[in-house]
């Protein structure tokens, strides 16, 4: 069982949008401003898509966007393509744990 | 921006250990960390631990407690994982990744299979 919560699947149409959702503790996600997201396409190696919530990192689109309320954190991406069909993964440090965490990974269809 | 090359597969018997080496290139290989992240056939993303290139400090996670060492050689810009006692439970990809001040990981290597085989 993972620390960090997230939906199993999550699907859309393309050009629609979608939210995927991580859910932690005050110890990790509530506590700090350093959430992070990893698309990983089917074979491949995971990819920093998102840093410190809702940074996105140079060469990213800006379909990708990040944000936080309490201990939850969300992925959104808009204007859906057959190409963001993949596994998404949050990821934070945990302090109580002293340990990072991921989520339980949400794979994205698109219909 | 960065690179991580990884060592290529290993097929292990049940008790024995693996060495999966993690070359970086493109940055200032002290100025960063390198994590290690497996992750099972189908299955998701488990930390491993990290290790400080700057000065080799490590933090496991608890369930590899005593059977995962984690090392750099910074005059080659190399970091390494062994693992030992494999069980099949060990069989996975395994990724290392570059690591930031406890924020994110980027870029993350090509991965190395590991087949644990009785």
């Known amino acids: 069982q993972s620390a960090l919560t997230q939906p199993a699947s999550v699907s859309g149409s393309p050009g629609q949008w979608i939210t995927i959702s991580c859910t932690g503790t005050?110890?990790?996600?509530?506590?700090?401003?350093?959430v992070s997201w990893y698309q990983q396409l089917p074979g491949k190696a995971p990819k920093l898509i998102i840093y410190?919530?809702?940074t996105r990192p140079s060469g990213v689109s800006n379909r990708f966007s990040g944000s936080k309320s309490g201990n939850t954190a969300s992925l959104i991406i808009t204007g859906l393509q057959t190409g963001d069909e993949a596994d998404y993964y949050c990821?934070?440090?945990?302090?109580?744990?002293?340990?990072?965490?991921f989520g339980g990974g949400t794979k994205l269809t698109v219909l | 921006q960065g690179q991580l090359v990884q060592s290529g597969a290993e097929v292990k018997k049940s008790g024995a250990s693996v060495k999966v080496s993690c070359k970086a290139s493109?940055?200032?290989?002290?100025?960063?960390?390198i994590y290690w992240v497996r992750q099972a056939r189908g299955q998701g993303l488990e930390w491993m631990g990290w290790?400080?290139?700057?000065?080799?400090?490590?933090k496991y996670t608890e369930r590899l407690q005593g059977r995962v060492t984690m090392t750099t050689d910074t005059s080659t810009s190399t970091a390494y994982m062994e693992l030992r006692s494999l069980t099949y439970d060990d069989t996975a990809i395994y990724y290392c990744?570059?690591?930031?001040?406890?924020?994110?990981?980027?870029?993350w290597g090509q991965g190395t299979l590991v087949t644990v085989s009785s």
């Open positions: 005050s110890s990790d996600v509530g506590g700090y401003n350093s």
């Open positions: 990744a570059r690591g930031w001040k406890l924020k994110w990981l980027d870029p």
């Open positions: 493109g940055y200032n290989f002290p100025d960063y960390d």
């Open positions: 990821g934070t440090w945990d302090n109580s744990l002293s340990a990072w965490v």
């Open positions: 290790i400080s290139s700057y000065n080799r400090a490590t």
């Open positions: 410190d919530v809702a």
